[in-house]
């Protein structure tokens, strides 16, 4: 697909939710809509690990996808919530579509990602499209425990809160020109209902996280810690 420098749907640069949300926002501090041409599709194909079968077999892997590529839901991607990681300088881009279009109209989501971005795909979805992403592992939306840290990195993207992150409030310090970016969401389908709060913010930012948060994205900012 090779879709470098595709600007996010959904600003979130230099907006602020102000009470109920009043903007959809992408992590990482994508744009506002616009569109690039699109290169050719490296065709990649959703890969499966193998069934285990009998004494000495491979342990059965997560389905995952390569980060290049176009997916019919239902077809080359279940319906589910996805995981990349390793992504730099926002060069990450996806998309979710009602249809196969490539029209603006089509986009249910989209994001220009720096570290880790969770996505969900809906039953109703139809395509699912990625371009320069680390490849996609499906993971439990409904996971909970791990090692969950109490501290991350301010470009770090997304964590799943009770899992990559602890519930708490955290304290990021020193950001400059409104560019630090934060959000807690409750769910990863990154619409505007998904998001429960969120801001710009220049000098310090400090943020308590609930438990019953689904996941917290930071873009800009310097790094947080637990308070």
Same mark, same amino acid.
């Given at each position: 697909?090779?879709?470098?420098?595709?600007?996010?749907?959904?600003?979130?640069?230099?907006?602020?939710? %102000?009470?109920?949300?009043?903007?959809?926002?992408?992590?990482?501090?994508?744009?506002?809509?616009?569109?690039?041409?699109?290169?050719?599709?490296?065709?990649?194909?959703?890969?499966?690990?193998?069934?285990?079968?009998?004494?000495?077999?491979?342990?059965?892997?997560?389905?995952?996808?390569?980060?290049?590529?176009?997916?019919?839901?239902?077809?080359? %991607?279940?319906?589910?919530?996805?995981?990349?990681?390793?992504?730099?300088?926002?060069?990450?881009?996806?998309?979710? #579509?009602?249809?196969?279009?490539?029209?603006?109209?089509?986009?249910?989501?989209?994001?220009?990602?720096?570290?880790?971005?969770?996505?969900?795909?809906?039953?109703?979805?139809?395509?699912?499209?990625?371009?320069?992403?680390?490849?996609?592992?499906?993971?439990?939306?409904?996971?909970?425990?791990?090692? #969950?840290?109490?501290?991350?990195?301010?470009?770090?993207?997304?964590?799943?809160?009770?899992?990559?992150?602890?519930?708490?409030?955290?304290?990021?310090?020193?950001?400059?020109?409104?560019?630090?970016?934060?959000?807690?969401?409750?769910?990863?389908?990154?619409?505007?209902?998904? %998001?429960?709060?969120?801001?710009?913010?220049?000098?310090?930012?400090?943020?308590?996280?609930?438990?019953?948060?689904?996941?917290?994205?930071?873009?800009?900012?310097?790094?947080?810690?637990?308070?």
């Amino acid at each position: 697909m090779g879709m470098k420098g595709k600007i996010a749907l959904g600003a979130v640069v230099g907006v602020v939710v %102000i009470g109920a949300v009043s903007a959809n926002a992408g992590d990482n501090g994508s744009g506002t809509g616009g569109s690039s041409t699109k290169g050719d599709d490296k065709g990649t194909s959703v890969s499966a690990g193998k069934k285990p079968g009998g004494a000495g077999a491979a342990e059965q892997k997560k389905p995952s996808l390569d980060g290049d590529g176009e997916y019919q839901v239902g077809g080359d %991607i279940k319906p589910g919530t996805y995981r990349s990681t390793g992504n730099t300088d926002a060069m990450c881009y996806w998309e979710r #579509a009602k249809d196969a279009s490539g029209e603006v109209d089509s986009l249910l989501a989209n994001d220009n990602v720096s570290g880790t971005s969770y996505v969900t795909v809906k039953p109703t979805d139809k395509l699912f499209t990625s371009s320069d992403c680390g490849d996609w592992e499906a993971v439990d939306p409904k996971a909970k425990g791990g090692s #969950a840290a109490t501290s991350m990195a301010g470009d770090g993207g997304m964590f799943k809160v009770g899992v990559d992150i602890a519930p708490g409030t955290y304290k990021s310090t020193g950001n400059t020109d409104d560019m630090c970016y934060w959000e807690r969401t409750k769910d990863a389908e990154h619409s505007i209902d998904s %998001i429960l709060a969120n801001d710009n913010v220049s000098g310090s930012a400090v943020v308590t996280i609930s438990a019953s948060d689904a996941y917290f994205k930071t873009s800009g900012c310097q790094d947080w810690k637990k308070a």
